[in-house]
């Protein structure tokens, strides 16, 4: 996904569920932060959101939007509509939102606005979850010098998740550096 079909998702996402800011949590919140982030980040065809004030209305949009959608065969990107249970950020991830402000097509609309993870959280969020494809985002944002490996370790016990997980996130985050630091040598 690219910034620019990012932005329409959101554009769609907030005409569909009749709200004008959503809350990206996904992978492609990077773009945000990082319009023209490295295309190795960019492989998922799913922008993770929800509404931020009426978060129920996601399921409209998953079922407007969803993948295998009109909108997901017309385009070849779709919305996930998820909740905001689903990202495990760091405390106080929510106050470092990154706004995408994006103009709303009818004449009387105003914008709408796409909040996604700010970078350290969102790669916290995804190593959380585990996935290798999580552990290789978290180590294409530090490779790409997108990600400061020493905020995200202290960002690390700020996690919403019990002592061992927390553990375990650190020890996906030092193989993550340590995969980065043995590419550069």
Not at 8 to 22: D, K, N, P, Q
Not at 63 to 81: I, K, L, N, V
Request: glycine content about 8%.
């Amino acid at each position: 996904m690219k910034r620019e079909e990012l932005e329409h998702v959101i554009r769609a996402a907030a005409t569909v569920a009749g709200e004008s800011e959503l809350v990206i949590i996904g992978s492609q919140a990077l773009l945000g932060q990082f319009p023209n982030a490295p295309q190795t980040m960019l492989f998922s065809q799913a922008a993770d959101l929800y509404p931020r004030e009426q978060p129920h209305k996601a399921v409209q949009i998953d079922g407007a939007m969803g993948d295998g959608s009109q909108f997901h065969e017309t385009f070849g990107y779709y919305a996930h509509g998820v909740g905001p249970e689903t990202a495990k950020g760091p405390a106080g991830w929510e106050a470092r939102l990154v706004a995408v402000r994006v103009p709303r097509l009818g004449k009387h609309d105003t914008e709408a606005v796409g909040w996604c993870m700010e970078i350290h959280d969102l790669v916290l969020a995804k190593l959380a979850a585990g996935r290798s494809r999580d552990v290789e985002f978290a180590a294409e944002a530090i490779r790409h010098a997108l990600a400061d490996p020493l905020e995200l370790a202290r960002r690390v016990d700020d996690l919403p998740l019990d002592e061992d997980h927390r553990a375990h996130v650190l020890m996906l985050l030092q193989g993550a550096v340590a995969e980065v630091a043995a590419h550069r040598t």
